[in-house]
Structure formats: C-alpha cells, structure tokens
C-alpha cells in the first residue's frame, strides 16, 4: 500500500554490517483509513551522531527543525508542508556521539494517489541540514470492499488515545535479533459480518533486488521476484464485526537477517488483497559500542587472559583508554 523510504536498501547483509547499521536519519509512512477518513503516520528517526549538543550545566542539549514537505503531481505541486523543533537531552557525554535514535512523529490527512516525499532536518547549532526523500502511494479505500493498512512490524508497544499500538521497527537499534516480534494491521470490509482468509508468508530474503517496501496496487513491481526463501507460513480467519477490524499476529523467533512479509486476504469471492513489509533484524547491541567499558568488553575475544584482567581494573576514563 505505501512504498515510502528515506533510505536505500541494502543488496546484502554484509553490506549492511559494513554500513554499521544504516544511516542518521530517515523515515517510514504507514497508510489507515479511519472512520472514513484517510490517514498516514509519518516517522521521521535520526540519531546523536548527526547532531551537535552543547553542555547546559550537568546535561547535554541539542536541538533540530524538522520540514516534512509533501508533493503531488510528480512533485511539482506542493499538497502540505509541516515545520516542528524536537529537543534531545543526554547525560552522558558517550550519549551524544552514539547511533542512539530518537523518532518524532507526524499524521497527515491526505487523499488517494501517488505522493513525493521530501524531508529536510537541519541541526540548530552547526544549521547544517540533511535531506532525504521517497514515494508515497496511498490506495482509494473508499473505493475497496476489502482492503486492508500498512503492515507494521515490531517488538514494543506504546499507549496513543487509550489504545495499545505496536511500535514499527525505523531502524537497528529498535530491532534485535531474538525478541518477540509481531505484525499489526487493519482489515477493513464493506460487507461487515463475513468471514476473511488472512494468509501470512514470512520469506528470509537472500538481496533486495526490488524496493524495500512493495506496493499491491502495482502488480508489476509487486511480481518481481526476490531471492527468497520461505521460512514460516500461517492462516487464520477473522469475521468483521466492524468496518475497521485490528489484527496483531505474533511471529516466531528469527535470526538475524532480512526478511519480507507477504499477506493475502480474500473473503466470499472478492478479489483478493494483497500488501507486503519487508524489515531487518540485529544482533542485539549491534553496531554501536558507546561507552569505554563496552570497548573492552569486546577486546575479550582477542586479549591474553592477563591484558583484559588488567582492562577490567582501571578505574579511571583515563586508566581505560590507556
């Protein structure tokens, strides 16, 4: 449903380990329709590392604009533009230089069609700016029987208006390998009170030979084939008591590696439905070593036994650089 990016994908795990875990700063776009209404979720997620913090008595503080601006028209047309300021606190000086990530998030009410996405975030202190875009496709769900959102895939849940929400996976550091993942969307059904075949395919993906996020609604892109294998199938049937039917999915267990997930949905001879997610999994703690005792951490592996007793004593930041 939405093929909406601010980066580019890898063509393998080993680039990615060599890319030490992706950029600063992107984004992702999830598609709903609520309540008759259009609606997508923007997350815009950048890291310390891109920003300059100044010291504010025991803390440290930095600030950056956000300029999310949304094209029509094969992006010669502005549709909505939104400005906003986030801050970003630390304690610690280690803090301020990591891959630590910070999400800010925006809703936009758009109508159906194809958008251009352009972000722009400028730190206030250096006023040095980055800038990312990508496409959105948003699908005339007022138009549809049956269709169905975004998937979102994640690990963490969050409260928003009374409502538990699963939090999407924007980056490494919010997607480790080993723990409980899980897929939320939304079916939503004209025909309320009909059963629906919701078919999931999970697929460990070998190279992204296509965009990282497929679109349904373009057959053509959404055919090409990735060089895949299937790792995990499941099926289940819901019945749609409402026109907005929520639907959360526990995976199981994953290594590490990229993965892309398929679901189709079909109900009483209508056509089928179908959207995909494609996402990545991390070592947990990979890639960043933030602080000096985690660098000696690792110089376990290659010290003598009696080099990292000696490591583990100093007591001192200087004792543990030296």
């Known amino acids: 449903i939405s093929s909406c990016t601010g980066y580019r994908p890898v063509s393998s795990f080993e680039e990615s380990v060599g890319r030490a875990g992706g950029p600063d700063f992107f984004f992702q776009a999830y598609n709903f329709f609520t ?23 025991d803390r440290y503080v930095a600030s950056y604009n956000v300029n999310l601006r949304i094209f029509g028209d094969e992006g010669t047309r502005l549709v909505t533009e939104k400005n906003w300021t986030e801050t970003v606190t630390e304690n610690d000086y280690e803090a301020t230089t990591s891959k630590t990530y910070h999400v800010s998030p925006r809703t936009f009410s758009l109508e159906s069609g194809k958008y251009t996405i352009v972000v722009e975030i400028t730190d206030e202190l250096s006023q040095k700016t980055m800038r990312r875009s990508g496409v959105l496709e948003i699908p005339d769900y007022r138009n549809l029987f049956l269709s169905l959102s ?7 849940f969050a409260s928003r208006n009374g409502q538990e929400i699963l939090l999407p996976n924007l980056g490494p550091e919010m997607s480790y390998a080993g723990e409980q993942q899980y897929a939320s969307l939304e079916v939503y059904d004209k025909l309320i009170g009909r059963d629906v075949i919701l078919k999931y395919s999970l697929y460990g993906i070998g190279r992204y030979e296509t965009p990282l996020f497929l679109s349904p609604y373009y057959p053509g892109e959404a055919a090409r084939q990735l060089a895949d294998t299937l790792f ?23 290594p590490v590696g990229h993965y892309r ?26 890639p960043e070593i933030t602080t000096t005792d985690k660098q000696i951490e690792v110089l376990e592996h290659i010290a003598t036994p009696e080099e990292f007793e000696r490591l583990k004593q100093a007591q001192t930041k200087e004792e543990k650089q030296q």
């Open 261 to 286: 997930l398929d679901l189709h949905a079909a109900s009483g001879g209508q056509r089928d439905v179908r959207t995909s997610r494609a996402f990545s999994l991390w070592p947990f703690g990979f």
């Open 35 to 57: 309540e008759g209404n259009l609606r997508s979720d923007f997350y815009v997620l950048l890291t310390n590392r891109a920003l300059q913090f100044t010291k504010d008595g």
């Open 232 to 254: 995990w199938t499941r099926e289940t049937t819901i019945t749609t008591s409402s026109a907005s039917v929520p639907v959360r999915l526990s995976l199981p267990t994953l």
């Open 150 to 156: 975004n998937v979102i895939i994640g690990s963490r």
